[in-house]
């Protein structure tokens, strides 16, 4: 051997670490948003139970369903709700209301929620 050459002809000496190609394709899987959702969803229906709420905290007539397709309408957008005292800020609402509400704009939406959420029973509002 009288040329011995570490490093094949052609290639860098040092390669960049981490740069090796596409990152393997990983199926789709729900995201932190739906893992916050879950988890405020759980702490309300604790909530919700500790103060004796059933049914819907709306009741908008005529349409209110009371206590069918039950779920939790926010005070914002959807897009708006960011910080855990926004993913709170929300009232139990059969579907018939909670469509309603969603048509209202923002700031209404956040009126009526925040009135809801003040007429509850005076334990539930930490
Ligand atoms: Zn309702």
Do not use: Y
Request: proline residues 6%; positive net charge; charged residues 30%.
């Amino acid at each position: 051997m009288s040329s011995f050459n570490p490093v094949p002809k052609g290639e860098a000496f040092f390669k960049v670490e981490g740069k090796t190609g596409p990152k393997p394709k990983k199926p789709l899987k729900s995201g932190k948003r739906t893992a916050k959702r879950r988890a405020v969803v759980v702490k309300m229906k604790k909530l919700c139970a500790s103060i004796g709420v059933a049914s819907c905290e709306l009741k908008m007539e005529p349409g209110c369903l009371r206590d069918w397709a039950l779920g939790f309408a926010h005070s914002r957008k959807s897009r708006n709700i960011v910080t855990d005292a926004h993913w709170e800020e929300c009232a139990l609402a059969c579907i018939k209301c909670h469509e309603r509400i969603e048509l209202l704009p923002e700031q209404d939406m956040g009126d009526v929620i925040r009135k809801v959420i003040a007429n509850r029973p005076k334990s539930v509002n930490r």
